[in-house]
């Protein structure tokens, strides 16, 4: 069938996108569902920092690609072997696709899957297939979603059956904002009620993870980034204070509201800087989680005595070391209930045509989560 598609042709393209285009709306051939595949008719796709770290070329991936990874949708057609979904259903996508069989999947770490990272890093579907093309061209799958599309054909382990009455733009934003933010606190940090934390970094993953520790019972949650405008939504959305990034006394602001550094200190801007900052933030015996995605050859400076004498943890969260059956099943269920209103996050919605317009605003900081609405 004939679809359209943001197609990524070129990384690394001049600001600003709505003039450069990087993202081509094309034509594109999606091929039906083969065997443990299924099709979905995409309603909903937030634009997200880890797909401009692919259009400005921090996180190469093989070109062209249809990009695009958070999303939520209707399903339209099932492959041989799927049974436990039926047209109609309402799916989340997970952009790290699951075998069920690895040993980090046996362990219980799906996050992990090693033959799903294989495929992710080649622009496949989990089978190794490619199901995009142009005429005899491939166009390579981003993360296993490809959302930025009005149809998607994705791996039936990419999809998370939810309830059919939490609106689509809304239940996107719990296939990447929302279980790497709220996970990174309930799974990577175990966060406990009366516990203390600071978060740096303020986009739409950043802000999940301030719901996530008030969801958590954490006594004190310091919100810090360089935005007014997002330092005034994490206080409207909960946080206990908020501190501005670009003070030349930041780290001595958090530790004298947190009593010498915060139990957890949670890093989301994708930058070295800030996760030294993060680390700096951390009280002695505490934990400092990163979930960011800095360019590739980014280094942090640590001192080992610190780390040592302190008994210091500095931990990586990929995804929110989320099972994703389990968890976007709960956090929606959290929402429903008013303890994580993941809508506060939406900065609006946008036509699929706007999408560069779109990831201008992501990158110059003005927006949290835009979503691309295709049933506007």
């Known amino acids: 069938m004939k679809i359209s598609a943001a197609v990524l042709r070129h990384m690394g393209a001049a600001h600003p996108y709505a003039d450069s285009r990087p993202l081509r709306v094309e034509q594109v051939e999606l091929d039906p569902p083969g065997r443990g595949e299924v099709l979905v008719r995409i309603a909903a796709a937030g634009l997200c920092h880890s797909d401009l770290s692919v259009i400005n070329g921090s996180r190469p991936r093989p070109l062209p690609m249809a990009i695009g990874h958070e999303a939520a949708g209707t399903v339209v057609e099932v492959g041989e072997g799927v049974d436990d979904l039926v047209p109609g259903d309402h799916v989340v996508m997970v952009f790290m696709p699951s075998c069920g069989h690895c040993q980090p999947c046996a362990q219980g770490r799906p996050a992990l899957c090693e033959p799903g990272a294989v495929a992710n890093g080649k622009g496949r579907l989990l089978s190794g297939a490619v199901r995009l093309h142009c005429a005899e061209e491939i166009v390579h799958h981003h993360l296993g979603c490809s959302a930025f599309a009005d149809h998607a054909v994705v791996s039936r382990r990419s999809l998370v059956q939810i309830d059919k009455d939490i609106p689509f733009p809304v239940a996107a934003l719990f296939g990447c904002a929302v279980l790497t933010g709220v996970g990174a606190v309930v799974n990577t940090a175990r966060v406990r009620a009366g516990e203390s934390v600071v978060v740096v970094g303020l986009g739409g993953v950043g802000l999940a993870a301030v719901l996530g520790a008030m969801a958590a019972g954490a006594s004190q949650v310091v919100a810090v980034d360089l935005s ?74 640590v001192n080992i005595v610190s780390l040592v004498a302190e008994e210091r943890t500095v931990k990586g969260s990929y995804i929110g070391t989320c099972v994703p059956v389990r968890d976007v099943p709960r956090y929606i269920a959290l ?40 049933d506007s």
């Open 228 to 301: 007014a405008e997002k330092l005034e939504l994490a206080s409207a959305i909960g946080a206990t204070a908020v501190v501005d990034a670009r003070a030349p006394d930041a780290v001595e602001q958090v530790r004298a509201l947190t009593g010498g550094g915060a139990d957890f200190a949670f890093e989301f801007a994708g930058s070295a800087r800030a996760l030294e900052s993060a680390y700096q933030m951390t009280k002695r015996g505490g934990t400092t989680v990163t979930a960011g995605l800095p360019p590739p050859d980014a280094t942090l400076p």
């Open 335 to 374: 929402h429903k209930a008013g303890r994580l209103p993941v809508d506060r996050l939406m900065s609006g919605t946008i036509p699929l045509s706007d999408i560069n317009a779109g990831f201008d605003r992501l990158h110059d900081g003005s927006v949290v989560r835009l979503v691309v609405d295709f």
